[in-house]
C-alpha cells in the first residue's frame, strides 16, 4: 500500500498522479470549461486563493474523517463538534474574560475531548461508530445552543479575528492551517507506525488483534484526531466571522464524507489515501465556486454536487471492478 | 469416448489477469453420471476455471459446450439457467434467515408478493431428507454448525434442478460421518445422471468417489486420468510438475529446555483445566474434535482471550499474559487458524502483513520507520519462504491459499519467537506448499524453537510430533510420546476415551 513497501520503489508522484487518474481528470476538466464560462475569471489569481480558503474547513474536516473511515468507521459529529469549540472559543473571551490563546486552547481541548469521548466509546463498547457519533452530533449541537443561548456571540477582537482572517504573504492563514494538516496527515496515515495500523483496523480487525496490533488505541486516537481537527476548524471559523455561531458548520460532515468519497476512500474501510482526499476535496470546492460564478443558485449547488459523487464513485468502481 | 453422455465440454480456455494467475488452454470435459475431480495446487488454476464455468469470470479464448450447445457463460443467472449449480467454498447463507428462506431466495414462492411460508417449508423439508438431514427447515441459518451449514448449502444447490453441479472443497468442514452422508448422496445423485465436478485437496477422497480427475498446474492443463487406473503418487507428481518423494520431513532433535509451561488453565466454557509442557526443539501435536478447546487454549497463551484463570511460565518463570503484546514480548507467536479471518489483511499488500508484526523494530527510534530495513526483512522472508508473488506490492487476496499461509508464517517467524504455535497450519493449503510448511517447522524445531501444533489432519499429527496432547472438553486426556502413537489411540482419546475403533 505505502511506496516503501516496493521492493522495485515506484516513484510516489508517479503513482499518486495513477491512483487518482480519474479524480485529476475530472478536476482539471471541470477547471478548463470553467475557464471559458466565466471569462478568465476563475483563473484569476484572487478567485483561486479564494477558492483554496472556501475549501479549508471542509479539508480540515476530510482529513479526520479519512482516518475514521479508512478504520472502518465513521465520525458524523464533526460538524458539531466544529459549532461547539467555536462558540466556546468567542465566549469564553466575551462572557468569561478569558485571554485568546487560552479561550482558544480550551476550545480546542474541550473538543478533542469529545472526539477522545467518541473514540472511547467506539473502541470500548461494541456501539457502532455511526451511532456514537450521530449521538454526539445531536450532544455537542445541543451544547452550543445552549452556552451560546442560541444567539451568535460577537467577538469584534483584533487579536481573536486574525486567526481566521490574517494573512502569511499573499495566503490566508486558513489555507496555511490546511496545508500544514495535509502535509501532517500525509505523513501520518502513509509513513508512520499509527498509520499502518490504521489500514490494518479497517482491512480486518482480527488479523490486526492477533498481530498485536492495539485496535482499540488506534480507534481511539482516530476519533481524538477527528475531534481536534473540528474544533480547531471551529475556532477559525468562527474567528474569521467574529462571531461564535452556534449553527455553524451544520452539514459539514456530509461535505466531509462526499470528499473523503470522492477521494476513492471505501466506505468498507482498509483503503484510502489523504492525498486523494484533498482532490475530493478539491473537486467539491471547484464546483461550488464556478457555479456561483456562473450565476447558478445554491440550490443547484447541491444537484450537482450529488450527481458528481455518484458519477465519481461509479467511475472509481468501473475502474475496480476491470482490475 | 462416447460423446452422447457428454454433458460440458470446455476447450482451449484462456483467461488473462493483470493480477497473477491465469488460465492457459484449458481443457475440461464431464460425463452424465460422473464424478470428475478437478486436482492442483491452489493458485494451479482450478477456481479461475469454475469461475468461467458459473459466469463470474468470462474467459477471452475457448469454447463451453453445454449439452451440445456451444454458449459462453455471460454471468451467474445465466449459468444457472444452463443447469450448472456451484456450491462455493466460502458459505454463501444469510445467518439470520432460515434454511428455508434461504434455500428460496431469490425465487421466492408466492402468490402476489406474499411468501407461501408452508410451502416453502415442506419442499425444504424434502431437499434436506434427500440429503438424509432431519433439520426444521425454520431454523435460522446462524443457529447451525458450520458442517451443517455445509449441508444446507448443498440442499439447496441440488434443488435448482441442476445436471452440473460443482463442488468446491465441499468437506473441508466436514465430520467423517457427514463426509459418508455426502457421498452417499453424490452416489445417488450419479444414478440420477447428474454430473459432478468435485474439487478437494484429500486424496483418499478422490480415491473413494471420483471417477477421472484432471489435473491442472500454473493455470495450465496437466492431463486426465482415469482413477481407478491412476496412483496417489502419480497424482502427486502431475500436481507438482515432480516427483513428491517425501511430504513429511521430519528430523530426531534431542529436546532442550522447558520453554512453555501451562498449569490448570481454565476459561469457560472451552478451557477446562489444562496443563502441559512443550520443550526447545520439540514438535507437540494438539489434536483433538473440533470444540474439545484446542484453539480457545492457543489463544489463552497468545493473549487473546485475557480473562482466563492459571498459571502460564516461560523458560521457567511464571509470566503474565493479557495482551498479544505480552505474548509477543515473551516471544510466542500464533499462526492462527484462519488465515482469511486472523491472519491477513487480504486487501493490503504481501509487503505490508509481512512487516505487521514487526512495526515496533521497523519504527524503533525512527517515528518515519526505516524503509531500508523494512525492504530487506520483506525480501528476507518473501526469499526465505519461497512465496510466489510478483513484487512486496501484491495483494495478500491475489496469492494462493499457500503462499497466503506462507506469509502468516513468515510475519511470525519475523518476531524471531521462542514458542510458535501453528493452528491448523496447513488447511486448505496445497501439496507442494504442505511439504515445505513442514521442512520450515522441522528447520525451526532444529534451531530450538518450541512449536505446538494445533492439527485435526491426523497424518500430520502423526509423522509431524514428537508428542502429541490430545483434549477433550476442555482438558489435555493423553499425552502420547512418539512410539506408543497411532490414529486408534489419538481417536479413543478425542473421544473422552471410549472404544478404540471410533475413527
Given at each position: 500500500?505505502?511506496?516503501?513497501?516496493?521492493?522495485?520503489?515506484?516513484?510516489?508522484?508517479?503513482?499518486?498522479?495513477?491512483?487518482?487518474?480519474?479524480t485529476l481528470?475530472?478536476l482539471?476538466?471541470m477547471c478548463?470549461?470553467?475557464?471559458?464560462?466565466?471569462?478568465?475569471?476563475?483563473?484569476?489569481?484572487?478567485?483561486?486563493?479564494?477558492v483554496l480558503?472556501?475549501v479549508?474547513?471542509n479539508a480540515?474536516?476530510?482529513?479526520?474523517?479519512?482516518?475514521?473511515?479508512?478504520?472502518?468507521?465513521?465520525?458524523?459529529?464533526?460538524?458539531?463538534?466544529?459549532?461547539?469549540?467555536?462558540?466556546?472559543?468567542?465566549?469564553?473571551?466575551?462572557?468569561?474574560?478569558?485571554?485568546?490563546?487560552?479561550?482558544?486552547?480550551?476550545?480546542?481541548?474541550?473538543?478533542?475531548?469529545?472526539?477522545?469521548?467518541?473514540?472511547?466509546?467506539?473502541?470500548?463498547?461494541?456501539?457502532?461508530?455511526?451511532?456514537?457519533?450521530?449521538?454526539?452530533?445531536?450532544?455537542?449541537?445541543?451544547?452550543?445552543?445552549?452556552?451560546?443561548?442560541?444567539?451568535?456571540?460577537?467577538?469584534?477582537?483584533?487579536?481573536?479575528?486574525?486567526?481566521?482572517?490574517?494573512?502569511?504573504?499573499?495566503?490566508?492563514?486558513?489555507?496555511?492551517?490546511?496545508?500544514?494538516?495535509?502535509?501532517?496527515?500525509?505523513?501520518?496515515?502513509?509513513?508512520?507506525?499509527?498509520?499502518?495500523?490504521?489500514?490494518?483496523?479497517?482491512?480486518?480487525?482480527?488479523?490486526?488483534?492477533?498481530?498485536?496490533?492495539?485496535?482499540?488505541?488506534?480507534?481511539?486516537?482516530?476519533?481524538?484526531?477527528?475531534?481536534?481537527?473540528?474544533?480547531?476548524?471551529?475556532?477559525?471559523?468562527?474567528?474569521?466571522?467574529?462571531?461564535?455561531?452556534?449553527?455553524?458548520?451544520?452539514?459539514?460532515?456530509?461535505?466531509?464524507?462526499?470528499a473523503?468519497?470522492l477521494g476513492?476512500?471505501?466506505?468498507?474501510?482498509?483503503?484510502?489515501?489523504?492525498?486523494?482526499t484533498m482532490i475530493g476535496v478539491l473537486i467539491i470546492g471547484v464546483l461550488?465556486n464556478?457555479?456561483?460564478?456562473?450565476?447558478?443558485?445554491?440550490?443547484?449547488?447541491?444537484?450537482?454536487?450529488?450527481?458528481?459523487?455518484?458519477?465519481?464513485?461509479?467511475?472509481?468502481?468501473?475502474?475496480?471492478?476491470?482490475? | 469416448?462416447?460423446?452422447?453422455?457428454?454433458?460440458?465440454?470446455?476447450?482451449?480456455?484462456?483467461?488473462?489477469?493483470?493480477?497473477?494467475?491465469?488460465?492457459?488452454?484449458?481443457?475440461?470435459?464431464?460425463?452424465?453420471?460422473?464424478?470428475?475431480?478437478?486436482?492442483?495446487?491452489?493458485?494451479?488454476?482450478?477456481?479461475?476455471?469454475?469461475?468461467?464455468?458459473?459466469?463470474?469470470?468470462?474467459?477471452?479464448?475457448?469454447?463451453?459446450?453445454?449439452?451440445?450447445?456451444?454458449?459462453?457463460?455471460?454471468?451467474?443467472?445465466?449459468?444457472?439457467?444452463?443447469?450448472?449449480?456451484?456450491?462455493?467454498?466460502?458459505?454463501?447463507?444469510?445467518?439470520?434467515?432460515?434454511?428455508?428462506?434461504?434455500?428460496?431466495?431469490?425465487?421466492?414462492?408466492?402468490?402476489?408478493?406474499?411468501?407461501?411460508?408452508?410451502?416453502?417449508?415442506?419442499?425444504?423439508?424434502?431437499?434436506?431428507?434427500?440429503?438424509?438431514?432431519?433439520?426444521?427447515?425454520?431454523?435460522?441459518?446462524?443457529?447451525?454448525?458450520?458442517?451443517?451449514?455445509?449441508?444446507?448449502?448443498?440442499?439447496?444447490?441440488?434443488?435448482?434442478?441442476?445436471?452440473?453441479?460443482?463442488?468446491?472443497?465441499?468437506?473441508?468442514?466436514?465430520?467423517?460421518?457427514?463426509?459418508?452422508?455426502?457421498?452417499?448422496?453424490?452416489?445417488?445423485?450419479?444414478?440420477?445422471?447428474?454430473?459432478?465436478?468435485?474439487?478437494?485437496?484429500?486424496?483418499?477422497?478422490?480415491?473413494?468417489?471420483?471417477?477421472?480427475?484432471?489435473?491442472?498446474?500454473?493455470?495450465?492443463?496437466?492431463?486426465?486420468?482415469?482413477?481407478?487406473?491412476?496412483?496417489?503418487?502419480?497424482?502427486?507428481?502431475?500436481?507438482?510438475?515432480?516427483?513428491?518423494?517425501?511430504?513429511?520431513?521430519?528430523?530426531?532433535?534431542?529436546?532442550?529446555?522447558?520453554?512453555?509451561?501451562?498449569?490448570?488453565?481454565?476459561?469457560?466454557?472451552?478451557?477446562?483445566?489444562?496443563?502441559?509442557?512443550?520443550?526447545?526443539?520439540?514438535?507437540?501435536?494438539?489434536?483433538?474434535?473440533?470444540?474439545?478447546?484446542?484453539?480457545?487454549?492457543?489463544?489463552?497463551?497468545?493473549?487473546?482471550?485475557?480473562?482466563?484463570?492459571?498459571?502460564?511460565?516461560?523458560?521457567?518463570?511464571?509470566?503474565?499474559?493479557?495482551?498479544?503484546?505480552?505474548?509477543?514480548?515473551?516471544?510466542?507467536?500464533?499462526?492462527?487458524?484462519?488465515?482469511?479471518?486472523?491472519?491477513?489483511?487480504?486487501?493490503?499488500?504481501?509487503?505490508?502483513?509481512?512487516?505487521?508484526?514487526?512495526?515496533?523494530?521497523?519504527?524503533?527510534?525512527?517515528?518515519?520507520?526505516?524503509?531500508?530495513?523494512?525492504?530487506?526483512?520483506?525480501?528476507?522472508?518473501?526469499?526465505?519462504?519461497?512465496?510466489?508473488?510478483?513484487?512486496?506490492?501484491?495483494?495478500?487476496?491475489?496469492?494462493?491459499?499457500?503462499?497466503?499461509?506462507?506469509?502468516?508464517?513468515?510475519?511470525?517467524?519475523?518476531?524471531?519467537?521462542?514458542?510458535?504455535?501453528?493452528?491448523?497450519?496447513?488447511?486448505?493449503?496445497?501439496?507442494?506448499?504442505?511439504?515445505?510448511?513442514?521442512?520450515?517447522?522441522?528447520?525451526?524445531?532444529?534451531?530450538?524453537?518450541?512449536?505446538?501444533?494445533?492439527?485435526?489432519?491426523?497424518?500430520?499429527?502423526?509423522?509431524?510430533?514428537?508428542?502429541?496432547?490430545?483434549?477433550?472438553?476442555?482438558?489435555?486426556?493423553?499425552?502420547?510420546?512418539?512410539?506408543?502413537?497411532?490414529?486408534?489411540?489419538?481417536?479413543?482419546?478425542?473421544?473422552?476415551?471410549?472404544?478404540?475403533?471410533?475413527?
Amino acid at each position: 500500500m505505502s511506496p516503501e513497501n516496493n521492493i522495485k520503489a515506484q516513484n510516489g508522484i508517479v503513482r499518486y498522479l495513477k491512483d487518482n487518474m480519474g479524480t485529476l481528470i475530472g478536476l482539471f476538466a471541470m477547471c478548463v470549461v470553467l475557464s471559458f464560462t466565466t471569462n478568465g475569471v476563475f483563473y484569476s489569481q484572487r478567485n483561486l486563493i479564494n477558492v483554496l480558503r472556501q475549501v479549508s474547513s471542509n479539508a480540515c474536516l476530510a482529513f479526520g474523517m479519512t482516518f475514521a473511515i479508512i478504520t472502518g468507521g465513521i465520525d458524523l459529529s464533526v460538524g458539531s463538534i466544529l459549532a461547539l469549540s467555536g462558540t466556546l472559543s468567542a465566549g469564553l473571551i466575551v462572557h468569561s474574560g478569558f485571554s485568546v490563546p487560552g479561550a482558544v486552547a480550551t476550545a480546542i481541548i474541550i473538543g478533542t475531548c469529545l472526539g477522545l469521548f467518541n473514540g472511547f466509546m467506539i473502541a470500548k463498547t461494541t456501539i457502532p461508530p455511526f451511532i456514537v457519533t450521530l449521538a454526539m452530533m445531536q450532544i455537542a449541537r445541543g451544547a452550543a445552543y445552549i452556552y451560546s443561548n442560541g444567539q451568535p456571540i460577537r467577538a469584534m477582537i483584533n487579536e481573536y479575528q486574525i486567526i481566521g482572517t490574517g494573512y502569511l504573504g499573499p495566503i490566508p492563514l486558513p489555507v496555511i492551517y490546511m496545508l500544514v494538516f495535509l502535509i501532517a496527515c500525509v505523513i501520518l496515515l502513509s509513513k508512520t507506525r499509527f498509520g499502518r495500523h490504521v489500514y490494518a483496523v479497517g482491512g480486518n480487525d482480527k488479523a490486526a488483534i492477533f498481530s498485536g496490533v492495539n485496535v482499540a488505541r488506534t480507534k481511539m486516537l482516530v476519533y481524538t484526531m477527528s475531534g481536534f481537527l473540528a474544533a480547531f476548524t471551529g475556532v477559525v471559523l468562527c474567528a474569521r466571522m467574529a462571531s461564535g455561531q452556534p449553527t455553524a458548520g451544520q452539514s459539514f460532515e456530509m461535505d466531509a464524507i462526499a470528499a473523503t468519497v470522492l477521494g476513492g476512500t471505501s466506505m468498507s474501510g482498509g483503503v484510502g489515501k489523504i492525498g486523494s482526499t484533498m482532490i475530493g476535496v478539491l473537486i467539491i470546492g471547484v464546483l461550488n465556486n464556478g457555479l456561483n460564478l456562473l450565476g447558478l443558485n445554491s440550490f443547484w449547488q447541491q444537484i450537482a454536487k450529488g450527481i458528481v459523487i455518484l458519477l465519481a464513485v461509479y467511475v472509481d468502481m468501473l475502474k475496480k471492478r476491470r482490475k | 469416448m462416447a460423446e452422447d453422455n457428454i454433458l460440458l465440454q470446455m476447450k482451449h480456455i484462456h483467461k488473462k489477469f493483470p493480477g497473477v494467475y491465469a488460465l492457459k488452454d484449458v481443457n475440461f470435459e464431464l460425463r452424465a453420471g460422473e464424478v470428475h475431480a478437478l486436482l492442483g495446487e491452489n493458485g494451479a488454476g482450478k477456481s479461475t476455471l469454475i469461475k468461467c464455468l458459473a459466469g463470474i469470470y468470462i474467459p477471452e479464448e475457448g469454447e463451453v459446450i453445454v449439452k451440445g450447445n456451444s454458449h459462453i457463460m455471460q454471468n451467474v443467472a445465466d449459468s444457472q439457467a444452463h443447469g450448472i449449480s456451484v456450491i462455493h467454498q466460502e458459505l454463501c447463507l444469510v445467518p439470520y434467515l432460515s434454511i428455508a428462506e434461504n434455500m428460496f431466495l431469490g425465487r421466492e414462492r408466492n402468490v402476489a408478493g406474499f411468501i407461501k411460508r408452508g410451502q416453502e417449508a415442506e419442499e425444504a423439508k424434502k431437499m434436506l431428507a434427500r440429503l438424509g438431514l432431519d433439520f426444521d427447515p425454520n431454523t435460522l441459518i446462524q443457529d447451525l454448525s458450520i458442517a451443517q451449514q455445509q449441508m444446507v448449502e448443498i440442499a439447496k444447490a441440488l434443488s435448482v434442478k441442476a445436471d452440473i453441479l460443482v463442488m468446491d472443497e465441499p468437506t473441508a468442514s466436514l465430520t467423517d460421518k457427514e463426509t459418508e452422508v455426502l457421498f452417499e448422496t453424490m452416489r445417488q445423485l450419479k444414478a440420477e445422471g447428474i454430473g459432478i465436478i468435485y474439487i478437494s485437496h484429500r486424496m483418499s477422497e478422490l480415491f473413494e468417489i471420483t471417477d477421472r480427475v484432471t489435473i491442472m498446474r500454473d493455470g495450465q492443463y496437466v492431463g486426465t486420468v482415469n482413477t481407478r487406473e491412476t496412483t496417489r503418487d502419480q497424482l502427486i507428481a502431475m500436481m507438482v510438475g515432480r516427483e513428491l518423494t517425501q511430504l513429511y520431513f521430519k528430523d530426531e532433535v534431542k529436546p532442550g529446555e522447558v520453554v512453555l509451561e501451562v498449569k490448570d488453565l481454565v476459561s469457560p466454557p472451552f478451557v477446562n483445566g489444562v496443563s502441559f509442557a512443550v520443550r526447545a526443539g520439540e514438535i507437540v501435536g494438539m489434536s483433538g474434535l473440533v470444540g474439545a478447546g484446542r484453539s480457545e487454549t492457543s489463544h489463552c497463551i497468545f493473549g487473546i482471550d485475557n480473562r482466563y484463570t492459571g498459571e502460564i511460565l516461560i523458560d521457567g518463570k511464571p509470566v503474565h499474559i493479557r495482551s498479544v503484546r505480552d505474548a509477543m514480548k515473551n516471544g510466542i507467536a500464533l499462526v492462527p487458524e484462519n488465515r482469511k479471518e486472523e491472519g491477513l489483511v487480504l486487501i493490503n499488500s504481501v509487503g505490508y502483513n509481512l512487516t505487521l508484526t514487526v512495526l515496533h523494530e521497523i519504527f524503533r527510534g525512527r517515528p518515519l520507520g526505516n524503509p531500508k530495513k523494512e525492504n530487506e526483512t520483506i525480501a528476507q522472508y518473501i526469499h526465505e519462504l519461497a512465496i510466489k508473488t510478483p513484487t512486496a506490492e501484491q495483494l495478500a487476496e491475489n496469492l494462493s491459499g499457500g503462499n497466503q499461509q506462507k506469509i502468516v508464517i513468515a510475519k511470525w517467524l519475523a518476531t524471531k519467537p521462542k514458542l510458535l504455535i501453528l493452528d491448523e497450519p496447513t488447511r486448505g493449503v496445497d501439496v507442494g506448499a504442505r511439504a515445505e510448511i513442514y521442512g520450515f517447522m522441522n528447520e525451526l524445531a532444529k534451531q530450538g524453537v518450541a512449536i505446538l501444533m494445533i492439527s485435526s489432519d491426523l497424518p500430520e499429527i502423526l509423522n509431524m510430533s514428537d508428542r502429541v496432547l490430545v483434549m477433550h472438553e476442555g482438558k489435555v486426556t493423553a499425552n502420547l510420546s512418539k512410539n506408543e502413537l497411532s490414529q486408534e489411540l489419538i481417536m479413543r482419546y478425542a473421544t473422552g476415551g471410549g472404544t478404540a475403533n471410533v475413527a
